[in-house]
């Protein structure tokens, strides 16, 4: 689960994140065989939802405090990185003795690598910017994933020696949608908002409503 005050302080642009959740994330890197077994990344149930920040929600004060507090920071890191950065001879050292052996494993994490994206909805409502004329826009995914295959199209294990390396992709059910008069959701919890969200994900022959 992902709380929405996370999420606020990442954007840039005047929106805030009602509810932000995310049921799995997960990253399975099998350090001990990367030439032999893959890299496998699997999200699923993403749902966010947003809206227009109000206006007297901004500081200027406090924008200010925390563009000087970042740029300041932005310094200080920059002044440690030069104090702990090495030289150029040892820089170029460090290049040549593992060029090549990170050339190899970035290959073949990339070869063998394995994505899978599931249930995914991002709203965004606004009955504020022209109150006379609300409405809503979002983008839905019900699945979506890239592995490797054979020269069949059937997932398998990748041969990071092999010249060419098949891959399978597929996207299930992605949509866009721009509903003018759409109301907000109208939810009691963020689990009830959550469940909303997976629902009005669009289907084969059920287009988002």
């Known amino acids: 689960m992902c709380s929405s005050d996370l999420l606020n302080p990442l954007i840039p642009i005047p929106l805030v994140v009602k509810e932000g959740f995310i049921g799995r994330a997960e990253i399975h890197v099998p350090w001990t065989s990367l030439s032999s077994k893959p890299t496998v990344i699997r999200i699923s149930d993403v749902y966010i939802l947003a809206e227009p920040q109000e206006e007297a929600a901004f500081d200027e ?9 970042l740029k300041l920071d932005r310094l200080e890191s920059a002044d440690q990185k030069v104090e702990s950065a090495p030289t150029e001879e040892e820089l170029r050292a460090f290049a040549q003795e593992n060029e090549g052996f990170v050339h190899r494993l970035v290959n073949t994490i990339i070869a063998n690598l394995q994505v899978f994206v599931d249930r995914v909805h991002i709203r965004y409502e606004d009955d504020e910017t022209v109150p006379e004329s609300p409405f809503s826009v979002g983008l839905t995914l019900d699945s ?14 990748a041969n990071v020696l092999a010249e060419i390396i098949n891959k399978i992709v597929s996207m299930k059910n992605f949509a866009a949608y721009w509903n003018p008069g759409d109301k907000r959701l109208e939810y009691e919890t963020p689990e009830d908002c959550h469940r909303q969200l997976k629902a009005l994900i669009a289907k084969i022959g059920r287009a988002h409503v």
């Open 61 to 69: 004060e406090e924008e200010d405090a925390r563009q000087l507090a």
């Open 144 to 157: 979506f994933f890239v592995q490797a295959c054979d020269i069949q199209g059937k997932p398998t294990e």
